[in-house]
C-alpha cells in the first residue's frame, strides 16, 4: 500500500508522519522549505497521551512536485480548502483512473469540487477531530483528542490497518455529511480563537467567548432545522444540541462538564489562528461561509 500525502502541513504531516512511523510506505508532496528541513532532521511526533516517535530522515520521502503521487495507492489530501480547485487540476494529469482520494479537509464542499474536477478518481470524505500543532519546524504535536471518521467504502476498510498500526483507527461512518457538520459546529470556534489571540483552552475558559461560539452554533442549528436534511452527527459525549447550552454555563459547571472538551494542550490554537500569523489566507468561507450559505439557499416564505 503506497499511500501519498498531499499537504504536508499540520495535519498531513501528522497523519502521514504517524503512518511512515508505522512502517507505511508514504510519500509526502508539500513546500519544499519545509521538506528540506524534514529531510535534514528526520520529523518528530508527539501527542498528548504520550506519543513520542521519530522518523529518520533516511525514510522520508518528500517532493514538492504532484507527479511524484502518480504511484501511489490512495491519496490523503490536506491542503486548505482555498487550494482544493488548484490541487485537483493538477492532480488531473497525475492519478491513475480509479486512485482513492480521501479528504482530510474542513468544510462542506470539497469532495464535491474534488470529484467535479476528477472525475475518474474516488472521491472520499474524511473528517480529522483534533488539533496538531508544530513545536519546531521538524516537530508536530497532536494537542487535542479524537478519531479520524471516514466514509465506510472498500478503499477505506483497505487502508483502514495502516492506520490503527499508526496509532490513529479510523471510524468507518455512512453519515458522512452529518459528521462533517458536527465538525464544523465545532470549528465555528476558529475564528473566534483567531481574534480572540488566546491559546484554545485559555480562550474556551472564559465565558464571554463561550457564549460568542454559543451563538454561531445555535443559528446553524436553527438553520439545519429549517432546512430538515441534515441531522448533524454526535461527536462528543453531548449531543450537538446541548452544546450552545452547555458553552452558555459559567465557568466553574462548564469546566465540571465539559473536562473532555478542555482536555488541550496549553499552547494549542486554531489551525485559523496559525494561518493569520503565518500569512495565509484563513478558512473563513469554508466554515462559517456555510452557515451563510445555507441561509441563503433556504426559501421558507420569509422575507
Same mark, same amino acid.
Given at each position: 500500500?503506497?499511500?501519498?500525502?498531499?499537504?504536508?502541513?499540520?495535519?498531513?504531516?501528522?497523519?502521514?508522519?504517524?503512518?511512515?512511523?508505522?512502517?507505511?510506505?508514504?510519500?509526502?508532496?508539500?513546500?519544499?522549505?519545509?521538506?528540506?528541513?524534514?529531510?535534514?532532521?528526520?520529523?518528530?511526533?508527539?501527542? $498528548?497521551?504520550?506519543?513520542?516517535?521519530?522518523?529518520?530522515?533516511?525514510?522520508?520521502?518528500?517532493?514538492?512536485?504532484?507527479?511524484?503521487?502518480?504511484?501511489?495507492?490512495?491519496?490523503?489530501?490536506? %491542503?486548505?480548502?482555498?487550494?482544493?480547485?488548484?490541487?485537483?487540476? &493538477?492532480?488531473?494529469?497525475?492519478?491513475?483512473?480509479?486512485?482513492?482520494?480521501?479528504?482530510?479537509?474542513?468544510?462542506?464542499?470539497?469532495?464535491?469540487?474534488? &470529484?467535479?474536477?476528477?472525475?475518474?478518481?474516488?472521491?472520499?470524505?474524511?473528517?480529522?477531530?483534533?488539533?496538531?500543532? @508544530?513545536?519546531?519546524?521538524?516537530?508536530?504535536?497532536?494537542?487535542?483528542?479524537?478519531?479520524?471518521? %471516514?466514509?465506510?467504502?472498500?478503499?477505506?476498510?483497505?487502508?483502514?490497518?495502516?492506520?490503527?498500526?499508526?496509532?490513529?483507527?479510523?471510524?468507518?461512518?455512512?453519515?458522512?455529511?452529518?459528521?462533517?457538520?458536527?465538525?464544523?459546529?465545532?470549528?465555528?470556534?476558529?475564528?473566534?480563537?483567531?481574534?480572540?489571540?488566546? +491559546?484554545?483552552?485559555? &480562550?474556551?475558559?472564559?465565558?464571554?467567548?463561550?457564549?460568542?461560539?454559543?451563538?454561531? &452554533?445555535?443559528?446553524?442549528?436553527?438553520?439545519?432545522?429549517?432546512?430538515?436534511?441534515?441531522?448533524?452527527?454526535? $461527536?462528543?459525549?453531548? +449531543?450537538?444540541?446541548? $452544546? +450552545?447550552?452547555?458553552?452558555?454555563?459559567?465557568?466553574? +459547571?462548564?469546566?465540571?462538564?465539559?473536562?473532555?472538551?478542555?482536555?488541550?494542550?496549553?499552547? @494549542?490554537?486554531?489551525?485559523?489562528?496559525?494561518?493569520?500569523?503565518?500569512?495565509?489566507?484563513?478558512?473563513?468561507?469554508?466554515?462559517?461561509?456555510? %452557515?451563510?450559505?445555507?441561509?441563503?439557499?433556504?426559501?421558507?416564505?420569509?422575507?
Amino acid at each position: 500500500m503506497r499511500i501519498g500525502v498531499l499537504g504536508a502541513g499540520a495535519i498531513g504531516g501528522f497523519v502521514g508522519g504517524c503512518l511512515l512511523a508505522a512502517e507505511a510506505e508514504v510519500t509526502f508532496v508539500g513546500r519544499a522549505v519545509r521538506g528540506a528541513v524534514w529531510l535534514k532532521d528526520g520529523l518528530r511526533l508527539t501527542d $498528548l497521551d504520550g506519543r513520542d516517535d521519530f522518523v529518520e530522515p533516511r525514510r522520508i520521502v518528500y517532493s514538492d512536485a504532484i507527479s511524484s503521487l502518480r504511484s501511489c495507492d490512495v491519496i490523503l489530501l490536506a %491542503v486548505k480548502s482555498g487550494q482544493t480547485a488548484e490541487v485537483a487540476s &493538477q492532480l488531473s494529469s497525475a492519478l491513475r483512473p480509479g486512485t482513492p482520494v480521501l479528504s482530510l479537509q474542513n468544510g462542506i464542499r470539497n469532495a464535491a469540487t474534488l &470529484q467535479l474536477l476528477l472525475p475518474s478518481a474516488k472521491i472520499l470524505r474524511g473528517m480529522v477531530p483534533f488539533n496538531v500543532t @508544530a513545536p519546531g519546524p521538524a516537530h508536530l504535536h497532536r494537542a487535542t483528542e479524537g478519531d479520524i471518521a %471516514v466514509d465506510d467504502d472498500p478503499a477505506t476498510a483497505s487502508v483502514a490497518p495502516f492506520f490503527s498500526a499508526a496509532g490513529l483507527p479510523l471510524q468507518l461512518r455512512r453519515d458522512m455529511e452529518a459528521v462533517q457538520w458536527a465538525k464544523l459546529l465545532m470549528n465555528l470556534n476558529n475564528a473566534i480563537n483567531a481574534l480572540s489571540g488566546l +491559546p484554545l483552552r485559555q &480562550q474556551l475558559g472564559i465565558r464571554g467567548f463561550r457564549r460568542c461560539l454559543a451563538l454561531g &452554533q445555535r443559528e446553524a442549528l436553527s438553520l439545519l432545522e429549517v432546512e430538515g436534511r441534515i441531522r448533524p452527527a454526535r $461527536l462528543t459525549p453531548l +449531543p450537538p444540541g446541548w $452544546l +450552545p447550552a452547555v458553552l452558555d454555563l459559567p465557568d466553574g +459547571p462548564f469546566r465540571l462538564l465539559a473536562s473532555r472538551m478542555l482536555k488541550i494542550d496549553a499552547t @494549542a490554537r486554531s489551525s485559523m489562528a496559525d494561518d493569520l500569523a503565518t500569512g495565509r489566507f484563513p478558512e473563513v468561507d469554508w466554515i462559517n461561509g456555510e %452557515v451563510v450559505a445555507l441561509a441563503a439557499n433556504l426559501d421558507d416564505g420569509r422575507p
